[in-house]
């Protein structure tokens, strides 16, 4: 290999790589945060159903 190539791939590699992580980056908190919104809303929801009391009228 030449000198020209490996210090052009030396260039190339990070300028290319570190968008893609950002973005990966971005995307994978993004996924987090909707995971943790949508536990804390079924938590919620678990909890109203079991406090709720359930009337049952039978005749």
């Given amino acids: 290999m030449s000198t020209?190539?490996?210090?052009?791939?030396?260039?190339?590699?990070?300028?290319?790589?570190f968008p893609a992580a950002f973005i990966w980056y971005i995307n994978?908190?993004?996924?987090?945060?909707?995971?943790?919104?949508?536990?804390a809303r079924a938590n919620r929801q678990e909890?109203?159903?079991q406090e709720a009391p359930v009337e049952v009228d039978i005749q």
């Fill in 28 to 39: 994978l908190t993004g996924y987090k945060a909707i995971w943790k919104a949508n536990r």
């Fill in 47 to 49: 909890e109203s159903r």
């Fill in 4 to 17: 020209e190539l490996i210090i052009a791939a030396a260039i190339a590699v990070p300028i290319i790589l």
